[in-house]
């Protein structure tokens, strides 16, 4: 699966989320994304809020059974190389 996430729907909203599941221990990064609208040649962008305490705004979600920050890393260590260029 391929999961495109443009540049235009990146916050820098991120949370660590944890889940056990018949005892095993789940770790997942969750970077929350905004679709941006016009409105009357206004460009905005925001949560989806429903009402308080129901922020049913997108989200892409990484799961990890052991630790993730290598490959996270590495990514970041990628992109370094890539802005230097």
């Given amino acids: ?9 990146m916050t820098d909203r991120i949370e660590i989320i944890n889940k056990e599941i018949e005892g095993q221990s789940f770790t997942g ?5 905004e679709l941006p609208a016009t409105v009357n040649g206004c ?6 809020i429903h009402r308080p305490g129901d922020d ?4 892409v979600t990484f799961w990890g059974k052991r630790d993730m920050r290598h490959v996270l890393r ?7 190389e890539h802005y230097e260029d």
Wanted: zero cysteines; charged letters at 25%; proline letters at 3%.
């Fill in 56 to 59: 049913d705004s997108s989200a």
């Fill in 1 to 9: 699966m391929r999961v495109n996430v443009y540049a235009e729907e």
């Fill in 43 to 48: 460009q905005y962008q925001g949560p989806f």
């Fill in 29 to 33: 990064v969750r970077f929350y994304l």
């Fill in 74 to 80: 590495k990514a970041l260590a990628l992109l370094d």
